[in-house]
């Protein structure tokens, strides 16, 4: 007598929610730490420090959760944005589990970000990135502050970018 036993392959589940927020408020703590002590550095502290509240908070986190349960074993980005009074924030899950991936971040994000501009006084722009490939969660955060009312520096993830995005914006060659 023989016994089959039928082996479904073992899927991890995507990340709960407190995962998310702790790994969201991890890396704005870290990159945070790694600023320059100065005036217009300090504002984008502020505006890191804003994201990680209320409802852009709520909004980024609950996103990554969703789209994590809709891109989880499937080979495709999945992206969401929403526009808030001051800010226009875009949350994208990645089924792969590091940065790094060959693209191209800044038309990625150029065209999330469109609707940021269209507003008259135009608004402050968080994109969160969230590499999920059923394993450990990674974030990355973007931010582009107004600079009609913020005197604050762009927060760009510069491993998020292809070679030819790092040569457009004369960053070195990565690593």
């Known amino acids: 007598m023989s016994t089959t036993l039928s082996h479904r392959p073992q899927v991890t589940p995507p990340?709960?929610?407190g995962e998310i927020r702790r790994a969201m408020h991890h890396h704005v703590l870290a990159v945070s730490s790694m600023l320059p002590r100065a005036t217009g550095w300090d504002e984008l502290r502020d505006?890191?420090?804003?994201l990680l509240s209320g409802d852009l908070f709520t909004f980024a986190a609950s996103t990554i959760r969703?789209?994590?349960?809709?891109?989880h074993g499937r080979h495709a980005p999945a992206s969401r944005r929403r526009l808030f009074r001051d800010w226009l924030?875009?949350?994208s899950v990645l089924p792969w589990s590091a940065p790094g991936h060959p693209g191209r971040y800044l038309a990625l994000l150029a065209g999330?970000?469109?609707?940021?501009?269209?507003?008259?006084?135009?608004r402050h722009v968080a994109h969160w990135m969230a590499f999920d490939d059923g394993?450990?969660?990674t974030v990355r955060l973007t931010v582009i502050p107004n600079h009609r009312v913020s005197a604050a520096p762009l927060l760009l993830p510069v491993d998020l970018l292809a070679p030819a995005e790092r040569k457009l914006l004369r960053l070195p060659a990565a690593a």
Do not use: W
């Open 112 to 122: 999330l970000s469109e609707p940021a501009y269209e507003h008259p006084e135009g």
């Open 15 to 17: 990340p709960g929610l």
């Open 47 to 50: 505006h890191c420090r804003t």
């Open 66 to 71: 969703e789209e994590a349960l809709l891109v």
């Open 135 to 137: 394993g450990e969660l």
């Open 89 to 91: 924030v875009a949350v």
